[in-house]
């Protein structure tokens, strides 16, 4: 069994096929700095991603993945940023706008996370975890009101939604 990334890649010849050279390099990095990440080596992580991370700014899923690098290892702002990049290439990506709404949230700026979570809502209008995320925010700041709102928009969407029924829950009491 392969032992490091770069083994996995030839042990699996076919992996890369049909990508770019700088395709392979940045899952390469990529790979090796989850796998830092996974050891608790934030250091060596980022000394993976630090060398592709031009081809990551050109990317929005790897700058999105590096946003979740960054976020990971206490990094907030700079998670910020890379999911700004994310957006900025491709502004309807739901997964980076969630994201984005979380280090926002992180960096105590409620309002520009609900405004987050309301683009996502925009474009997926029963996204249950955007509601209830919007619930969590609205309930920190103590918007009672919004926030069983919210939890009971994401409860229609999905019913048996364990997070949203023990928030509304404790709302109630």
């Known amino acids: ?9 030839r042990a699996e010849p076919n992996a890369g096929a049909g990508r770019s050279a700088d395709d392979l390099r940045l899952q390469l990095a990529l790979t090796a700095g ?5 050891n608790g080596d934030a250091a060596g992580a980022l000394a993976h991603l630090k060398p592709v991370e031009p081809l990551a700014a050109a990317r929005e899923n790897a700058s999105y993945v590096f946003g ?11 998670a910020l940023e890379w999911f700004d990049r994310a957006l900025r290439l491709k502004p309807d990506f739901p997964d980076a706008l969630a994201a984005r ?12 996370a609900l405004a987050a979570l309301e683009a996502i809502l925009r474009i997926d209008p029963g996204n ?3 509601l209830y995320m919007s619930g969590v ?7 009672w009101q ?10 229609a969407q999905k019913p ?10 404790v709302l109630l009491e």
Do not use: W
């Not at 919004?146 to 409860?155: Q, S, T």
């Open 68 to 78: 979740l690098f960054h976020f990971n290892i206490g990094q907030t702002q700079q």
């Open 34 to 38: 989850l796998e830092c990440v996974n």
């Open 160 to 169: 048996d939604y364990c997070e949203a029924l023990t928030n509304r829950g």
């Open 146 to 155: 919004e926030a069983l709102a919210a939890y009971d928009h994401a409860l």
């Open 1 to 9: 069994m392969p032992s490091s990334p770069q083994e996995k890649m």
């Open 137 to 143: 925010i609205h309930q920190s700041l103590d918007h």
């Open 101 to 112: 709404a979380v280090a926002l949230q992180k960096l105590g700026h409620t309002q520009d």
């Open 128 to 130: 249950h975890e955007a």
